[in-house]
């Protein structure tokens, strides 16, 4: 939903640990769904993706877990490093539908 | 591979003024292309988006306009601009694999 007047909240994490970030989706017929990165003052990075017909997917570092049962979507980041405080945002998107539907985003915080 | 350009990279304009904000695409033939604002701390707001050259799909009433002239070039306008335009203005160009990319941001200071 819409949810761009609202403060992101905020994800600690000491350095080392694992991240997980969690978001819940709108559409149960969204098919595609997407991880964003987005550090100060740059646009979103896009981290990895997932098509509904896997619950599990992963890159360096980064695993994307689906939940199509309770529309829940999360992003764990093992091995949390500096470089990883950013602000989180998930995507989802029905196919063949022009408007990718952002999250309202987390901001991950590293403690020393 | 595909990149994407915006540009300026910064801007401040006084309230009143007209504005132009660019944003190209390379790498790519006919994409979807997007114009979304972000404030400072919050999430992002889609303003605008394109299926094809001259089709703008407006998304929230409001002082901006779109266009695109060609197939890989989108503009964000005004002509007299509030306080409350000012932003992070991101542009984004949607593949066929539905993955949508962003560009570098203009960041807008309306004084």
């Known amino acids: 939903g819409e949810s761009v007047g609202l403060h992101l909240p905020t994800l600690s994490v000491q350095e080392g640990d694992n991240s997980i970030i969690n978001c819940a989706y709108s559409?149960?017929?969204?098919?595609?769904f997407i991880w964003y990165k987005q550090e100060s003052g740059k646009g979103p990075q896009f981290i990895i993706d997932?098509?509904?017909?896997?619950d599990k997917r992963q890159g360096q570092r980064v695993t994307v877990l689906l939940n199509k049962t309770v529309k829940h979507l999360s992003l764990q980041i093992a091995a949390t490093q500096p470089g990883d405080s950013a602000v989180y945002f998930c995507?989802?998107?029905?196919?063949?539908?022009?408007?990718?539907?952002f999250g309202k985003g987390t901001r991950l915080h590293i403690l020393p | 591979s595909q990149t994407i350009h915006q540009w300026p990279a910064t801007l401040v304009q006084p309230v009143g003024s007209p504005l132009s904000l660019e944003c190209t695409v390379e790498?790519?033939?006919?994409?979807?292309l997007y114009w979304y604002r972000q404030a400072a701390g919050r999430g992002l707001q889609l303003l605008f988006y394109?299926?094809?050259?001259?089709?703008i799909s407006s998304e929230v009433p409001q002082n901006l306009s779109a266009s695109r002239p060609q197939d890989r070039q989108f503009i964000l306008s005004s002509k007299k601009l509030l306080l409350s335009d000012s932003g992070f203005y991101l542009c984004?160009?949607?593949?066929?694999?539905?993955?949508?990319?962003f560009g570098p941001g203009t960041r807008l200071l309306v004084l």
């Open positions: 559409n149960s017929a969204s098919d595609y």
């Open positions: 995507a989802e998107n029905e196919g063949g539908n022009d408007k990718i539907i």
């Open positions: 790498g790519t033939s006919n994409p979807n």
């Open positions: 984004a160009w949607k593949s066929v694999w539905e993955t949508q990319y």
């Open positions: 394109s299926v094809g050259i001259g089709q």
């Open positions: 997932i098509r509904s017909n896997m």
